[in-house]
């Protein structure tokens, strides 16, 4: 059983920064892309930064150049920095990742998701 933890949210002032976590467990033969997406109130949810197994990231224009992604392979955990905060960021940040339980048998897993909200 896969399974992705995600830590890290909270309230902050805008203009403040937060870092979010996300940890996968369970019988995993190699994690692919990972990512952080996020669904705002009565909007669709949207890609936030993602992050490929060798390093290479992708961001959503709103977020570029104040978000960071990151991941540790090792640990099989994904990073996001959020700095420069808006209250537009305001949303239920949730992790994902396509793993690869076999080499040939893959799944795309999502956390549970952990609220972010800025104050203006």
Known sequence: ???LVESGGGLVQAGGSLRLSCVVSGNIFRIDDMGWYRQAPG???ELVAVISSGGSTNYADSVKGRFT???DNAKKAVYLQMDSLVPEDTAVYHCN?????RILIRHEYWGQG???TVSS
């Open 114 to 116: 952990t609220q972010v």
């Open 69 to 71: 992604i990151s991941r």
């Open 43 to 45: 909007k669709q949810r």
């Open 97 to 101: 990742a396509d793993v690869r339980i």
């Open 1 to 3: 059983q896969v399974q």
